[in-house]
T-cell receptor
Framework: KAGVTQTPRYLIKTRGQQVTLSCSPI?????VSWYQQTPGQGLQFLFE???????NKGNFPGRFSGRQFSNSRSEMNVSTLELGDSALYLC????????????FGSGTRLTVV | AQRVTQPEKLLSVFKGAPVELKCNYS??????LFWYVQYSRQRLQLLLR??SRESIKGFTADLNKGETSFHLKKPFAQEEDSAMYYC?????????????FGKGTKLTVNP
């Protein structure tokens, strides 16, 4: 079956712009989580969505937001981009939560210049 | 507080040697631990989870609640084991869940 698909793979944006990243989970998976991966901080939890509801949010500013649609596809949005937002953004899906482990996408590499 | 610590950023061993990647955690609830691996230019993937008590690619990990550890071990390392390894803790709170990751250990297996 198809894995977790993230689009686009690469993005270059200018400071102050906003960006939207997309994630299509494995069919049947209702939980979608987003993580930011940087060399300095490693993998940091952004938020988790389940059945279109945000269940949990990490310690990130309000510029980071997301949503989930009825087909479980999810988007995350970052407004007023800063240089420090440059990172690999990973999406992970699971049936209902973390108990069986997540399946990760390949990520979107965001570069802010 | 929920925390996962991987004390070694880099670990280098020779092919055929035993390898142990250390992971310690801090969590007030009942812990569920995972090991994830990221090979070069590949996506992050689940290697094993403690509740399964399984061995994947020769790797095993035992949860030691007394020492709050979940070290990953393999008796004979192979060159294809070279990768980034992340230990992760499932943290649950009020019906929501997340994985808390350690900073990772880069394993290099030399020929």
């Amino acid at each position: 079956k198809a894995g977790v698909t993230q689009t686009p793979r690469y993005l270059i944006k200018t400071r102050g712009q906003q960006v939207t990243l997309s994630c299509s989970p494995i069919s049947g998976h209702r939980s979608v989580s987003w993580y930011q991966q940087t060399p300095g901080q490693g993998l940091q939890f952004l938020f988790e969505y389940f059945s279109e509801t945000q269940r949990n949010k990490g310690n990130f500013p309000g510029r980071f937001s997301g949503r989930q649609f009825s087909n479980s596809r999810s988007e995350m949005n970052v407004s007023t981009l800063e240089l420090g937002d440059s990172a690999l953004y990973l999406c992970a899906s699971s049936l209902s939560g973390a108990d069986y482990g997540y399946t990760f996408g390949s990520g979107t590499r965001l570069t802010v210049v | 507080a929920q925390r996962v610590t991987q004390p070694e950023k880099l670990l280098s061993v020779f092919k055929g040697a035993p390898v142990e990647l250390k992971c310690n955690y801090s969590y007030s609830g009942s812990p569920e631990l995972f090991w994830y691996v990221q090979y070069s230019r590949q996506r992050l993937q689940l290697l094993l989870r403690h509740i399964s008590r399984e061995s994947i690619k020769g790797f095993t990990a035992d949860l030691n609640k007394g020492e709050t550890s979940f070290h990953l071990k393999k008796p004979f390392a192979q060159e294809e084991d070279s990768a980034m390894y992340y230990c992760a803790l499932r943290a649950s709170q009020g019906g929501s869940e997340k994985l808390v990751f350690g900073k990772g250990t880069k394993l290099t297996v030399n020929p």
